[in-house]
């Protein structure tokens, strides 16, 4: 059994920014990976922002990312009196001072040390060194009674015997200041790791400004847990070869401090788009059904009598968002499905795109079997000189509003050809007609 052991120790704040979450994820994969244990604390000693409400979503963050915990959660706010009576003890050996800082009455100050070097190895930073003169004495109990976060954080690893601190690197200079606590009660000081700053494609920390930044975000904006947990894992540590998709086990088996990495992390949306779509591709198939089906009925689509098993394998690899599935393939179950404006204003406005249509539509209807062979035949021969495209981006808008999709063929052969022939036809006609329903566009 490994004697290790981690912790979460978030400090609720109604929101759980993905920098934090980040740490949970890296110390649970720590831990679940050397047989450790790991736990939950709840810093929630700001009593107006730790309210109920807060560590509830907290809870819920941690529980949709499927991170679960060793031991029942520790409130740090239930352990004040602990937290004062070793600021006493500081005070009883000399350690710490009382000081009235700006009138406001007396404060318990922690005693640094004045001469020499603060060092300590970090598992992620490497060897970490400060002048003793450059760090400052510092409160540890406020004018009005309350323990002031460095201790608390401190005294609360000691008691939940916390042999690794992984955290955010905005705390690198607060660890030269809990070392000396540590060594002040004569409790062994932990291996810190301290993961690398999140930043933008500016390079400067990634903040609300620069997208979503919370979970809750990303759980309303369709991100799935799995996507979202392998994504932050990769900000800040890789497996080492060059896979980006992984599986919980995987990662479980691959994760070490050895392969943190140290400069900072660039955050790309783009990237945990495309993650989220890989995710969404390999869900099992069943899975995914059940998700198309009930998103394509909520929106008011008919699939009762719709054979969909291969609509549903098209859409499941171009698949980024569950929340976009009515939206992009309403034309499969409805004859009044939208048209995309700008497609329209592309594809369809042409003086010769009507005839074109038509003509596609008679050599369509001549077809037998109508598939994907076939119509890709047709539309070769219809096309000649000028290029398949001419006719593939005009037929694709017209049969379904869109300008992307499946493969062109593959959709045309999923709806039929008595569909595709009404449909180029009536917009065909519905393009010449000047009060039809295309002259209001563009
Ligand atoms: N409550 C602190 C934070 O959320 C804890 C830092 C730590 O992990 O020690 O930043």
């Given at each position: 059994m490994s004697a290790i052991r981690v912790r979460f120790a978030p400090s609720p704040t109604g929101n759980v920014h993905i920098?934090?979450?980040?740490?949970?994820?890296?110390?649970?994969?720590?831990?679940?990976?050397?047989?450790?244990?790991?736990?939950?604390?709840?810093?929630?000693?700001?009593?107006?922002?730790?309210?109920?409400?807060?560590?509830?979503?907290?809870?819920?963050?941690m529980k949709w990312l499927k991170l679960d915990y060793d031991e029942p959660e520790v409130y740090q706010s239930h352990n004040t009196q602990r937290h004062l009576a070793v600021a006493e003890d500081f005070l009883r050996r000399g350690l710490a001072y009382k000081e009235d800082k700006g009138g406001k009455g007396e404060c318990v100050i922690f005693r640094m040390p004045k001469q020499g070097r603060l060092t300590y190895h970090d598992l992620v930073k490497g060897d970490m060194k400060k002048k003793a003169e450059d760090t400052q004495d510092f409160v540890i109990v406020r004018a009005d009674g309350s323990p002031v976060f460095h201790l608390a954080n401190v005294i609360d690893d000691i008691d939940q015997g916390i042999t690794h601190v992984i955290r955010g690197d905005d705390h690198v200079e607060n660890t030269f200041k809990h070392i000396e606590l540590f060594k002040a009660i004569g409790a062994p000081v932990p291996q810190y790791a301290h993961l690398p700053m999140i930043v933008n494609n500016m390079g400067k920390p990634y903040s609300k400004r620069d997208g979503a930044a919370f979970v809750g975000e990303f759980r309303e904006q369709g991100y799935l847990p799995d996507a979202l947990f392998n994504f932050l894992l990769l900000l800040g540590w890789a497996?080492?070869?060059d896979r980006e998709v992984l599986t919980r086990e995987e990662m479980i088996e691959l994760f070490t401090l050895e392969k943190c990495k140290s400069s900072p992390a660039r955050f790309d949306m783009k990237k945990l788009q495309w993650m989220n779509g890989e995710y969404i591709r390999n869900t099992p198939e069943e899975e995914y059904e059940r998700e198309f089906v009930s998103r394509v009925k909520a929106a008011g689509l008919p699939v009762e009598g719709v054979d969909l098993k291969g609509i549903v394998a098209q859409m499941q690899v171009r698949t980024k968002f569950y929340r976009d599935i009515p939206g992009n393939c309403s034309y499969f179950f409805t004859e009044t499905y939208p048209f995309d404006p700008k497609g329209v204003a592309k594809r369809l406005k042409g003086e010769d795109v009507p005839a074109l249509l038509e003509k596609v539509a008679a050599a369509f209807e001549a077809l037998e079997p109508f598939d994907q062979a076939t119509t890709n035949e047709a539309v070769k021969?219809?096309?000649?000189?000028?290029?398949?495209?001419s006719v593939i981006h005009p037929v694709r808008v017209a049969v379904s509003g869109l300008t992307e999709g499946p493969g062109l063929f593959e959709m045309l052969e999923l709806l039929g050809k008595e569909k595709v022939c009404r449909r180029l036809r009536t917009v065909a006609a519905g393009l010449k007609d000047p009060a039809g329903p295309f002259a209001a566009l563009p």
């Open positions: 920098g934090n979450i980040r740490a949970a994820i890296f110390n649970w994969l720590f831990a679940r990976h050397t047989g450790g244990k790991f736990l939950l604390r709840v810093e929630d000693t700001d009593r107006e922002r730790s309210t109920p409400e807060a560590i509830q979503t907290l809870l819920d963050a497996p080492g070869d021969q219809l096309a000649g000189e000028s290029g398949m495209g």
